[in-house]
């Protein structure tokens, strides 16, 4: 088939054969451009434009009063936090558990599937399940009880830190095995010969992986970091199910002004500072992921 | 404190579930539509009775007052406004017919997303609306743009085993704001440390009704002249003690009939539509009383229920004959008893009513009729700010009694919010507050019991 192709070419049906082999590219990518385009392209554009403008004329009003919310900075502060904490944990869980799986224990392939569950959980159930676990009569509490230890409100407004430790381990119990599925994936692109080789140079298993396995994994942990940011900056329906307003995120107050102050601008203005975050980011992690210039070249 | 999450979580989840509701609620539409061939049929989207329960009792009501169909779909205020907003602007209204609390139907209006009502509120003419309930009906325009529905008010669920801590000389049925606090700190005190009072503070809860209708009214007279006033901050240093003798889960509490039927609460205030299952398994165990009385009266708030026409919904007259319907007296008791939501239409209430129902019919009287009573109204005229206005007082909540900022500055700053959101839509001042002739309603203009004799 291809030799056929290339044949045809050379056998000269000419320019035209070129200009197709040159297009063909562009026209396969053409459908899902134009799908992007409408379906992504047309709300954010529409969307920017209810952000900053107001009656047809531009202006900042909208993100003045998403400013003076007083609930913006502490929104800000915990999505950045939410971040911070959870993206670390849930890669440090994920490589681990890759590793384990690579080990080939016995019922691997089992493990492996209970460790994907949670991804198939939505995750406002998630939330719901985890709202049992931490709520004062929930399972966590009656557990403790047993043991003599006095019942504590994790989700009450007066303790932020155990809210957001709920919000935490919620999220990393719901959302790790994204990364983990990424992340096996990319294991099983690796060549064991590499890690082999360092093993029999007597690599030890932190310099195997600090200099052979991460290195190796860096193209799939790049896109599991940029599709978990993203994913932790909309943490909503997980944090709504456990604290309701009593932990704002940047997502949550667009949704609140958007659905129950039906202020879409101010919604929208939300919406856009995400959406300004998640691109910090991304283009963060490419330039901080970018292949070294050694690197280049490997591989087609 | 302990005995908190339980209703906390019930509540919540309640929320969630609506929210789901709004994915299941287009197919719903849709296939209504299908079906609805025959003339008379009413597809009527509520955002009262979303309860499944009410909404079950509801549907009988209307099956025995209405001869058509009705396929009555209840949602939240979030659903309604963008459904509404998306059919009009597509030009292909499906709803027939919308109900909603006044601040519900008033952002629709101020938008010109309702058909004027006049001919309809003409024929309606001799049902008895009270002239505060019509003029809310022109939601700040010249017509009527929605329909009185029903009506309904706050009370306080007193569960009897409560009244022995009541301080002595009280009268429960006319207690001041101060004996309500000293009854608080009673009760917790007779409950080893632990609060027995409730409010409902959660994200779906009517805390600033309880602000705006209550508390500013009584120890200031008003709702937005006296907002920042000396009496304003005695008023919020007031509500930082009582908060302290409320149990702490008060911060998720939506519907206090929940926290009050599982013994959570003993002593809640809530809308009477929120409190009536309280009582329902055992009447007699239960008190209802009016809200209490602060330095300036009783204050308390009436809010209104309304249904409304899309523009450009199709078969009118269908739309028209059910709001007859609704307002014929037989179908409003139906909804009283039933429902819990009271007549806005001439109408007897009689003995004959289930007993939780007379438990707040009484109290609802003796608020109305009560000397220093003063009635105020949710925000009026404030169209698509209304919402917004809500959460004003909500923040103020939350940063002066929850986070324990101070009063003085964080009423300073929400006074600028709220002025804001006023000047926006013009919006003239509304009751309590002494009428602003015409300008906009000026926040801090001097409270009646300042100003006036």
Request: net charge negative; charged share 15%.
């Amino acid at each position: 088939m291809t030799t056929a192709a290339v044949f045809d070419v050379e056998a000269g049906t000419g320019r035209r054969a070129r200009w197709g082999r040159l297009a063909a590219p562009y026209l396969l990518v053409l459908p899902s451009a134009l799908f992007v385009t409408l379906v992504f392209g047309w709300p954010i554009v529409s969307g920017l434009g209810d952000a900053f403008t107001d009656g047809g004329a531009l202006t900042l009003t909208h993100w003045r009063r998403m400013v003076a919310d007083q609930q913006f900075w502490p929104a800000v502060r915990n999505t950045l936090l939410l971040i911070a904490v959870i993206i670390p944990l849930q890669f440090a869980f994920a490589v681990g558990m890759a590793l384990l799986l690579q080990a080939r224990p016995r019922l691997s392939g089992l493990y492996f599937y209970i460790w994907v569950v949670p991804l198939a959980v939505s995750d406002l159930a998630a939330g719901l399940v985890w709202l049992s676990i931490f709520a004062d009569r929930g399972y966590l509490n009656s557990f403790l009880d047993w043991f003599g230890v006095d019942l504590v409100e994790w989700l009450s407004y007066q303790n932020t830190n155990t809210m957001f430790l709920a919000v935490v381990v919620a999220e990393i119990w719901r959302a790790t095995s994204l990364v983990l599925v990424i992340v096996v994936a990319g294991m099983q692109l690796v060549p064991r010969d590499y890690d082999e080789a360092a093993q029999v140079f007597g690599a030890s298993f932190w310099q195997r992986m600090r200099h052979v396995v991460l290195p190796q994994l860096k193209p799939s942990l790049q896109v599991a970091l940029i599709l978990r940011t993203i994913l932790a900056l909309q943490t909503f329906a997980v944090a709504q199910a456990l604290t309701g307003e009593n932990f704002p995120l940047l997502v949550g107050k667009s949704y609140q002004w958007t659905v129950r102050l039906y202020d879409q601008p101010v919604g929208s203005a939300f919406a856009t500072l995400l959406l300004a975050i998640a691109t910090a980011f991304s283009i963060a992690y490419l330039w901080l992921l970018r292949p070294a210039r050694g690197e280049r070249g490997g591989g087609r | 404190m302990g005995h908190a999450a339980r209703s906390g979580r019930l509540s919540r989840r309640e929320a969630l579930r609506l929210g789901a509701a709004a994915g299941i609620s287009i197919p719903v539409l849709r296939h209504s539509r299908a079906g609805a061939s025959a003339s008379g049929d009413v597809t009527f989207f509520s955002t009262q009775f979303n309860n499944v329960d009410e909404a079950e009792r509801f549907r009988d009501i209307l099956g025995r007052a209405y001869d058509g169909n009705v396929e009555f779909i209840p949602g939240d205020a979030g659903q309604l406004a963008t459904q509404i907003r998306a059919q009009v602007e597509a030009d292909r209204v499906e709803i027939n017919l919308i109900g909603g609390l006044h601040g519900d139907l008033a952002p629709l209006a101020a938008d010109g997303l309702l058909e004027d009502l006049s001919g309809v509120m003409e024929s309606l003419g001799d049902r008895g609306y009270a002239d505060g309930f019509l003029e809310l009906a022109m939601a700040g325009g010249d017509v009527p743009v929605y329909i009185p529905w029903m009506q309904a008010t706050y009370v306080l669920a007193i569960h009897n085993d409560a009244l022995e801590t009541l301080p002595s000389g009280a009268d429960v049925n006319a207690l001041t704001y101060d004996q309500f606090l000293e009854w608080s700190a009673a009760a917790r005190e007779a409950n080893d440390g632990r609060a027995v009072f409730g409010l409902p503070a959660g994200p779906d809860g009517l805390i600033h009704r309880f602000i705006q209708g209550y508390l500013y009214p009584s120890f200031t007279g008003g709702q937005i002249s006296g907002f920042s006033s000396p009496e304003a901050v005695t008023m919020w240093e007031y509500f930082r003690s009582l908060w302290e003798n409320c149990v702490a889960a008060s911060a998720n509490y939506s519907f206090m009939q929940e926290p009050l039927a599982a013994g959570e609460v003993l002593v809640g205030w809530d809308h009477v539509a929120r409190l009536i299952e309280a009582p329902r398994d055992d009447p007699d165990a239960w008190t209802f009383a009016p809200a209490p009385s602060g330095p300036a009266g009783l204050g308390f708030m009436a809010i209104l229920a309304g249904v409304a026409i899309p523009r450009g919904a199709p078969d009118q007259e269908a739309a028209t004959a059910l709001i007859t319907a609704l307002s014929e007296p037989a179908t409003q008791l139906a909804v009283l008893s039933q429902n819990a939501f009271f007549p806005v239409v001439e109408a007897e209430i009689t003995d004959d009513l289930p007993p939780e129902i007379q438990l707040e019919a009484t109290a609802v009287a003796a608020t109305q009729s009560a000397d220093n009573a003063i009635a105020a109204l949710p925000p009026v005229g404030l169209g698509a700010n209304d919402a917004q206005m809500s959460q004003a007082f909500r923040d103020a909540f939350t940063a002066i009694v929850l986070d324990g900022n101070d009063i003085a500055e964080v009423l300073a700053r929400q006074a600028e919010v709220i002025q804001g959101l006023l000047d926006e839509v013009e919006a003239p001042c509304w009751a309590p507050d002494p009428p602003s002739d015409g300008g906009v309603c000026r926040v801090d203009a001097g409270a009646p019991t300042t100003t006036q004799p």
